[in-house]
């Protein structure tokens, strides 16, 4: 299985540690046991892969070997995963709790962990190049969202919600820039998103989301 370490460079972990990683979690699923995951997150599987939809792509867990695969536009199963892609998927399934469930209550990604503060006179490393790549284009920024499988709400300049699984959600809100203050984009989780993954797995989950609206040709 070949492995594009571009992305997850995006949230600072360098390309030395990307392929460790991955196959430490390919060891990790060798031989998993799907039945427990399958139940709690109504997911199908058989003798050989576990499968899910992760924005609206299928991808399946080969059961015996714990790598990943995914079916592109012409229905053909592809292992040419990003790494971002790949730890999502491994997180969610290693650690969703036994009834996760969720608040109602969509609050922005760094307010999900406590113990993380940031400088909000420091750029952020996922926030901040999106912002700047779609100041002064609303229009285009709203057409690429709906082509990514967004469905807009009111608030803010745009907003979109999106369906990372059909299990958890996450929403971009976006201000354009004025005379006072240059653009801002906002992504928001369910409160309880980490009944399904780590905060940290939250960025991946950005990530991706920022590829699929500024890369739609990207699968």
Known sequence: MSVNFHAFQNIGVPFSECEALYEQWTQEFSGFEPERISR?????????????????????????EGKLSKQDKDGQWQDNLYFNECMVIYHLLK???DNPGKAGIWVPNATLDERVTRNRNMPDPLLTPFARKWSGNCAGLKQACINAGGKEFDKGDVAFQFAAFPFME???????????????????????VTDYVHFETTGCVIADLFEKINSPDRN
């Open 40 to 64: 709690i997150l109504n997911l199908k599987y058989d003798e050989e892969y576990l499968y899910i939809t992760y924005f609206d792509v299928l991808y399946r867990l080969e059961i015996k």
């Open 95 to 97: 650690y969703t709790k």
């Open 170 to 192: 996450v929403q971009i809100i976006f201000w354009d820039a004025d005379e006072d203050f240059p653009a801002q984009v906002q992504v928001l989780f369910d409160k309880k």
